[in-house]
């Protein structure tokens, strides 16, 4: 199973981490992993193009990804990165409400500084 854990705090979405493999097919035809990870690396994509070094993220073994907003982001910069990571996880619920089986979402309530 796929856990994908949202960091929430009050201004909104301040990262999410995804770890595991779906296990809806096997690896190379899963359609669940595949999914997920497009969305989790478009993210960090659209994260790079339009507030670069205003992030951290790692990308570890078995199917982890985290991504973290640094703290102290502009009002404007906050409001394009709620715009990609509110997609994101818009995207991840769709899939969800497919395939629940297979991936779980959870909100992590997180405090900023």
């Given at each position: 199973?796929?856990t994908v854990k949202v960091?929430?705090?009050?201004?909104?979405?301040r990262?999410?981490q995804?770890?595991?493999?779906?296990?809806?097919?096997?690896?190379g035809?899963?359609?669940?992993?595949a999914?997920?990870?497009?969305?989790?690396q478009t993210?960090?994509?659209?994260?790079?193009?339009f507030?670069?070094?205003?992030?951290?993220y790692?990308?570890g073994?078995n199917g982890?990804l985290?991504?973290?907003?640094r703290?102290?982001?502009?009002?404007?910069?906050d409001?394009?990165?709620?715009?990609?990571?509110?997609?994101?996880?818009?995207?991840?619920?769709?899939i969800?409400?497919e395939y629940?089986?297979?991936i779980?979402?959870a909100?992590?309530?997180?405090k900023?500084?």
């Amino acid at each position: 199973m796929i856990t994908v854990k949202v960091l929430q705090g009050k201004s909104g979405v301040r990262g999410y981490q995804v770890k595991g493999h779906a296990g809806y097919a096997e690896e190379g035809q899963d359609i669940v992993c595949a999914a997920v990870s497009v969305l989790a690396q478009t993210a960090l994509i659209g994260l790079e193009q339009f507030l670069p070094g205003m992030f951290l993220y790692k990308i570890g073994k078995n199917g982890c990804l985290e991504c973290r907003l640094r703290p102290n982001l502009t009002a404007q910069q906050d409001h394009d990165a709620q715009i990609i990571l509110v997609t994101m996880l818009r995207g991840l619920e769709a899939i969800r409400k497919e395939y629940g089986e297979f991936i779980e979402i959870a909100l992590q309530e997180v405090k900023e500084a």
